[in-house]
């Protein structure tokens, strides 16, 4: 377990840092100067190595998970994270999306955790998914389905509600739990597919909101010409893109490299890919280089040994 839970948090966190310096740098931008390693300044004006809010609610959630699964715990994490108290790379939070920003002051005034996410059409950024990575390592033995569902569900509303986000958590998760079963991305890949259509239909859930997963769940999402893969901030294109990325390469570093360089939301589909690429290739793969320059790495490992602990 321990090798997963570093590989999978450092994978998040490294990714993200990858794309923090180029982030909204169109693709074109990007194919003219590719990010091949660490970059310093850039858009955020950031050191190399630094994380952001993508990192930053992942480890908060990790910690939180360290004890135990409580709800209140994990919003309180995330309203220190947003008070620069936990969490930070650097001491201060440089970039957050507006809907967790919407949600953290709904945690502030007291607002039942799984009520703070907002919950319409238009509350669909990618802002949970991009940290929701540590709960793969939660809910890894967990062999009810509907069980599996509802925690992922409760924990991407404290800033995510509505169902598109929560079905896109909800897929990822599950895929990460495959590949720490020891399957390859194929089969785990083919397994989601089949899994996240049956449990929709069982469930009854509507069937336009799950025909917007059909490019994840019904084709093979490796096999769309990259002119076809959207690198924005929608929840969808954050999914997709990520699944892209790791299922068409062969290592850590072309997964994560890959993604940065699609463009637009860089840190965060760095992020996603990285959290399935660190799982699958293990955390030897990622580069030295890389993690000798991470923000923080000391303190991510302590957590990592502690959440690992935890969980056994």
Same mark, same amino acid.
């Given at each position: ?135 793969? #390592?939660?809910?890894?033995? %967990? =062999?009810? *389905? /509907?069980? $599996?569902? +509802? ?131 293990? #955390?030897?793969?990622?580069? %030295? =280089?890389? *993690? /000798?320059? $991470?923000? +923080? ?16």
């Amino acid at each position: 377990m321990k090798s997963f839970v570093k590989a999978g948090i450092f994978g998040v966190c490294v990714g993200d840092a990858l794309g923090v310096p180029v982030e909204f740098r169109s693709r074109e931008q990007l194919k003219r100067s590719p990010v091949t390693t660490m970059r310093s300044m850039g858009t955020h004006h950031q050191p190399a190595g630094t994380w952001s809010d993508d990192g930053s609610l992942t480890l908060c959630l990790a910690d939180s998970l360290c004890n135990g699964y409580d709800l209140e715990n994990m919003a309180l994490k995330f309203l220190q994270w947003y008070n620069a108290e936990i969490w930070t790379p650097l001491g201060r939070v440089f970039d957050i999306g507006i809907a967790t920003s919407q949600a953290i002051h709904r945690i502030g005034k007291g607002t039942f955790p799984t009520l703070c996410g907002g919950n319409s059409e238009f509350d669909n950024g990618n802002g949970s998914l991009m940290r929701i990575l540590p709960l793969a #390592f939660y809910l890894k033995d %967990e =062999e009810d *389905i /509907e069980t $599996l569902y +509802r925690t992922v569900k409760e924990v991407s509303s404290i800033t995510h509600g509505h169902f598109r986000s929560v079905f896109a958590c909800f897929v990822y998760v599950v895929f990460a739990i495959e590949l720490i079963k020891g399957k390859n991305k194929e089969e785990a890949y083919t397994h989601i597919q089949k899994m996240a259509l049956d449990f929709s239909e069982n469930q009854g859930f509507n069937p336009k909101e799950i025909r917007l997963f059909d490019r994840v769940l019904k084709n093979d999402m490796s096999k769309y010409p990259e002119v076809e893969i959207s690198s924005g901030g929608y929840v969808l294109y954050s999914l997709e893109a990520s699944l892209w990325c790791f299922l068409n390469s062969e290592s850590y570093s072309e997964a994560v490299l890959k993604a940065v360089n699609l463009g637009e939301d860089t840190d965060t589909t760095g992020a996603i890919t990285g959290g399935l690429a660190g799982i699958y290739y293990g #955390f030897e793969a990622i580069p %030295e =280089e890389w *993690i /000798e320059v $991470l923000a +923080r790495k000391e303190d991510i490992e302590k957590l990592c040994e502690k959440l690992n602990d935890k969980l056994k």
